[in-house]
């Protein structure tokens, strides 16, 4: 497990949030949101966690290359290292004494991309899942097994439109999953205030 950023851990933690930043960037990147999470939810352990390969981009870091990435292969890409994922959710699950019940997974455009394909292993890691600025690799035919998943997309994305988000929404909704959208105005591929109140919202009531 590559070492992640430990922004709070508490002696005995309730919850678990693990954020997942974007492809080209680093745990770093997501600190001032694990630091709002930490003032809202003073009992979860959160970590900013890094992805495991040198990004392809010249910076930062990656799950998976981006280069050339097409429709039809981003999946394959996407299957051929979520076991690493899975892995790494799990050793901070231990690391922490969270389980899988109490474990909230926060991934930002590719970390919610791995995020979201988490969701429909056969033993999903987490009971939930929050995608910002994120996308399935592609569309979900089945309902994850007992996870609650929420999409927070800017209307103005130019990267991954929330067309994306939008169609994934309703997919979930015709499978009976619990999944919850919230598109705001203005905002491109990115985390605003305005998103972070809502991310903090649906936490609280989800």
């Not at 949030?17 to 080209?24: A, I, M």
């Not at 999944?179 to 009531?205: K, M, N, Q, W, Y």
């Amino acid at each position: 497990m590559n070492d992640g950023i430990v922004i709070q851990s508490p002696p005995r933690a309730s919850a678990l949030f693990l954020l997942f930043h974007g492809v080209g960037a680093t745990p770093q990147d997501l600190v001032p949101l694990g630091t709002r999470l930490a003032r809202e939810f003073p009992q979860a352990a959160i970590v900013s966690v890094p992805g495991p390969d040198h990004s392809d981009l010249g910076r930062g870091l990656q799950w998976f290359s981006v280069m050339g990435v097409t429709e039809r292969d981003r999946p394959k890409r996407v299957a051929a290292t979520l076991d690493r994922f899975v892995a790494t959710v799990q050793a901070w699950q231990q690391r922490t004494g969270v389980a899988p019940a109490d474990t909230t997974l926060i991934g930002f455009s590719q970390g919610a991309i791995m995020a979201l394909a988490a969701s429909g292993a056969a033993q999903p890691p987490a009971a939930r899942v929050v995608s910002l600025s994120g996308r399935f690799s592609e569309l979900p035919t089945a309902a994850p097994a007992g996870v609650r998943i929420h999409f927070l997309h800017g209307d103005a994305d130019p990267v991954i439109p929330a067309a994306h988000a939008q169609a994934a929404a309703r997919q979930l909704q015709a499978l009976g999953a619990a999944v919850t959208l919230d598109v705001v105005p203005g905002l491109g591929h990115g985390i605003s205030a305005a998103s972070e109140d809502l991310l903090v919202r649906r936490l609280r009531t989800t």
